[in-house]
């Protein structure tokens, strides 16, 4: 049985900001459950990291794969933090032509994985000693909207006022709300997975940015909120890279 105070769930744990804010908090104390529908990549960090990490293999979208991995969790001890990393982006397409599954397979995993699993850990979070913690890595997408994006920021949107409200009704009780809203980061993944795997249009995401964000940037946002005593809520970060003044307002080098 676990007995740690400092123990963590973060979904979205096989690449890219959810495993960085895995690693980010192994190095300052906590112990982590990785959850992610890839085993093999889960695996590969549970051995990177030691006996700090564990992980259940977990689809947020699908209720039964949630409330399995769950009752795994809730089997292993307490849970102080959950940190929802997992999302993604569909396609870029105007509104007059989008693609509706790309709009439903961002609400389904945006928004109503992280309500599902967020619904089923507050309980035990609520009983951690000292209050837990719910954590959302949503976007600056979900505070400017931008051509081509409708469906990723309205998902986005709704992600934040989900935590925000979570926030206010949860006032008197011992947990806090923490919304981190990335701008512009460059993974492995995301920009790929968003235009299907074709390379050079996630490529030309970045071009000529100096120094765009790092996943790793944004695991060291989740470890300090999570780090401040247990009666600090910080609301909300928003976080960009120098070069990125908004969507629509980006430094590029020629």
């Excluded at 529908?37 to 039964?64: F, H, M, P, Q, W």
Aim: glycine share 10%; net charge negative; with cysteine.
């Amino acid at each position: 049985m676990e007995t740690t105070t400092k123990r963590a769930v973060v979904t979205g744990a096989s690449s890219g900001i959810g495993a960085a804010s895995v690693r980010a908090l192994v190095n300052d104390g906590w112990t982590v459950v990785a959850l992610a529908r890839r085993e093999n990549k889960l695996k590969a960090l549970a051995d990177e990291l030691g006996d700090a990490v564990s992980y259940v293999v977990c689809d947020i979208t699908d209720e039964a794969s949630t409330r399995a991995a769950v009752d795994k969790v809730l089997a292993g001890g307490s849970v102080k933090a959950l940190v929802n990393c997992a999302g993604a982006a569909f396609g870029k397409d105007p509104v007059a032509t989008a693609n509706l599954d790309d709009w439903r397979n961002m609400y389904e995993l945006n928004v109503i994985g992280t309500l599902r699993i967020t619904q089923k850990l507050l309980p035990a979070l609520k009983q951690a000693p000292g209050g837990g913690t719910v954590l959302v890595i949503s976007s600056t997408a979900g505070i400017e909207p931008y051509e081509g994006g409708a469906g990723y920021c309205a998902s986005k949107f709704a992600e934040k006022v989900m935590a925000r409200v979570l926030r206010l009704e949860q006032i008197g009780e011992p947990v806090r709300v923490i919304d981190i809203a990335p701008g512009m980061v460059h993974t492995d993944e995301f920009s790929l997975k968003r235009f299907g795997g074709d390379e050079a249009k996630a490529a030309a995401v970045y071009a000529g940015v100096p120094d765009p964000l790092t996943a790793e940037d944004i695991a060291e946002c989740v470890r300090w909120a999570l780090g401040q005593p247990d009666t600090v809520d910080i609301d909300s970060i928003v976080v960009r890279p120098r070069a990125e003044g908004s969507y629509t307002k980006v430094y590029r080098e020629h």
